[in-house]
């Protein structure tokens, strides 16, 4: 599925990115190119980076 529509990223791109360190829609943006045009996507994205995070992981996730 597509997270972002503009740059045509799948979320499975977005989620290798936050697994590779990013921890920022900015970051995220910067690795894959997702969120850096007209920004609908930075909600789904935020959420993922908190879905993705060691925290929600020790608490059974989000």
């Known amino acids: 599925m597509y997270v972002c529509i503009c740059h045509r990223?799948?979320?499975?791109?977005?989620?290798?990115s936050i697994r590779a360190g990013a921890r920022t829609e900015e970051a995220v943006g910067d690795a894959c190119e997702a969120g850096t045009s007209c920004g609908t996507c930075l909600d789904r994205i935020c959420e993922m980076i908190e879905s993705e995070s060691p925290v929600a992981a020790l608490v059974g996730g989000a």
């Open 9 to 16: 990223v799948r979320e499975c791109e977005v989620r290798d």
